[in-house]
């Protein structure tokens, strides 16, 4: 891999705010189309929700997430216009939809249907089953897997999300108790998280059920590129494996250190983050400084790839 060629990493719920996408569609053809069609497509008004908000519309999971996922192929629309292509994909979460479509796994009108429909069933499931998730900060993750099988209950790890940051995920009182014992621990930070559901846990298995049933309707092909999925951490070889990772990813954990360290030991050392925020540049650099993660999610950022500043 040459040292000029980049790997695309793409963001997940989190990521969002208000105002995002707003510059894309204002300045670039390409983004201004992937809204529309888009918004065509969702039957939801996403641009408005994006651009203007307000942020407590733009949190909610059945609008976050679309949200996102428009952002991100608008900004992946723009770079693939000027040239730029990616030799290898992952997302966190939500984001890995954003790598299938840039693999060609997915098309456009399927991605986003199936991001909708995911969106609309963990907003549900959260409504029906109340749970929450809480990040574990400054501690080994060996050590939040015993905290949560001390702690009781249904509470499990949802997203490694570097070696000293687990999010945890489960019922309200399981994770509370984790939350404590956490904190005897030696934790630096434990934070509760401002969600709607205890995503990633076998709370959502009724969802992960459903969607799996839908996802049987959507065609998926073979990946142009390599993609890194969630589930295992590990390159996904086939539409099968795909197919039976995002079936897993509501109920299974987010690999994402093994997901980066997957993408390296493959020769990717320089990344791009195309779509809001910069949050998965911050887990990278504490998962192994050696690597960049460029921004790629606002016009000035993508002008300046494209100038080759």
């Given at each position: 891999m040459s040292p000029t060629s980049f790997a695309f990493l793409f963001p997940g719920q989190g990521s969002q705010y208000v105002g995002m996408g707003a510059d894309l569609y204002e300045t670039?053809?390409?983004?201004?189309?992937?809204?529309?069609r888009a918004e065509d497509i969702l039957q939801l008004p996403i641009k408005r929700i994006s651009f203007e908000g307000p942020e407590e519309e733009l949190r909610q999971t059945r609008y976050t997430q679309p949200a996102i996922l428009t952002h991100s192929l608008a900004c992946l629309s723009v770079l693939t216009s000027g040239s730029f292509h990616p030799t290898l994909a992952a997302g966190h979460s939500l984001g890995e939809y954003s790598a299938l479509y840039a693999a060609g796994c997915l098309e456009f009108e399927s991605v986003l249907k199936l991001v909708k429909r995911r969106a609309f069933l963990m907003f549900n499931?959260?409504?029906?089953?109340?749970g929450t998730m809480a990040a574990i900060i400054g501690i080994d993750s060996a050590i939040v897997e015993a905290i949560c099988v001390e702690a009781?209950?249904?509470?499990?790890?949802?997203?490694?999300?570097?070696p000293k940051q687990t999010v945890i995920s489960g019922e309200p009182e399981a994770v509370k108790r984790a939350m404590e014992l956490a904190k005897g621990r030696g934790a630096l930070k434990v934070v509760q998280l401002p969600v709607s559901g205890a995503f990633h846990s076998p709370l959502l298995f009724e969802s992960a059920q459903e969607f799996a049933e839908y996802l049987r309707s959507i065609k998926v092909h073979p990946p142009r590129f390599p993609v890194v999925m969630n589930v295992t951490g590990r390159i996904a070889q086939s539409p099968d494996e795909v197919r039976t990772n995002l079936e897993?990813?509501?109920i299974s954990p987010v690999q994402w250190v093994r997901t980066i360290r997957s993408a390296k030991e493959i020769g990717c050392h320089n990344f791009l983050e195309v779509g809001p925020g910069q949050?998965?540049?911050?887990?990278?650099?504490?998962?192994?400084?050696?690597?960049?993660?460029?921004p790629a999610g606002k016009a000035t950022e993508l002008k300046g790839l494209m100038e080759g500043v």
């Amino acid at each position: 891999m040459s040292p000029t060629s980049f790997a695309f990493l793409f963001p997940g719920q989190g990521s969002q705010y208000v105002g995002m996408g707003a510059d894309l569609y204002e300045t670039f053809p390409s983004a201004r189309d992937t809204y529309d069609r888009a918004e065509d497509i969702l039957q939801l008004p996403i641009k408005r929700i994006s651009f203007e908000g307000p942020e407590e519309e733009l949190r909610q999971t059945r609008y976050t997430q679309p949200a996102i996922l428009t952002h991100s192929l608008a900004c992946l629309s723009v770079l693939t216009s000027g040239s730029f292509h990616p030799t290898l994909a992952a997302g966190h979460s939500l984001g890995e939809y954003s790598a299938l479509y840039a693999a060609g796994c997915l098309e456009f009108e399927s991605v986003l249907k199936l991001v909708k429909r995911r969106a609309f069933l963990m907003f549900n499931e959260g409504e029906k089953r109340p749970g929450t998730m809480a990040a574990i900060i400054g501690i080994d993750s060996a050590i939040v897997e015993a905290i949560c099988v001390e702690a009781g209950g249904v509470v499990v790890p949802a997203n490694y999300n570097e070696p000293k940051q687990t999010v945890i995920s489960g019922e309200p009182e399981a994770v509370k108790r984790a939350m404590e014992l956490a904190k005897g621990r030696g934790a630096l930070k434990v934070v509760q998280l401002p969600v709607s559901g205890a995503f990633h846990s076998p709370l959502l298995f009724e969802s992960a059920q459903e969607f799996a049933e839908y996802l049987r309707s959507i065609k998926v092909h073979p990946p142009r590129f390599p993609v890194v999925m969630n589930v295992t951490g590990r390159i996904a070889q086939s539409p099968d494996e795909v197919r039976t990772n995002l079936e897993k990813q509501l109920i299974s954990p987010v690999q994402w250190v093994r997901t980066i360290r997957s993408a390296k030991e493959i020769g990717c050392h320089n990344f791009l983050e195309v779509g809001p925020g910069q949050v998965l540049a911050g887990l990278v650099r504490r998962i192994d400084r050696e690597l960049v993660v460029r921004p790629a999610g606002k016009a000035t950022e993508l002008k300046g790839l494209m100038e080759g500043v």
